[in-house]
């Protein structure tokens, strides 16, 4: 199993619990969220407006993203760039829908 070589704690997409990037020894990536949907989104049947959130990350990374857990996010592989495009993506995010 990985170790973590560094954890970043992202900002703007959860008032009540920011997400985190792990960055893993094995060149992965691992994206943990407080709450998905974030808690300040009512309450929908599903994900709601959240459901594809998956292929938005992997579209915006530029990787496939596995959505292993509710909260819980897995890059493989992290080529140079995806984590800055990940750490924009998601701290950008709620402020573009």
Sequence with gaps: MADVVKTIALKGFDPDGEPL???MSDGSLEIRFEFMPPSDV???E?????AAFDRE????AGVPVLWE???LFFIKQAPPGTLE???TFIEGYRHST
């Design 57 to 60: 990350l992997s579209e915006a």
């Design 85 to 87: 495009r990940i750490q």
């Design 42 to 44: 009512e309450d929908e």
């Design 21 to 23: 990037i792990r960055v």
């Design 69 to 71: 857990d509710r909260e």
């Design 46 to 50: 599903g994900l709601g407006p959240f």
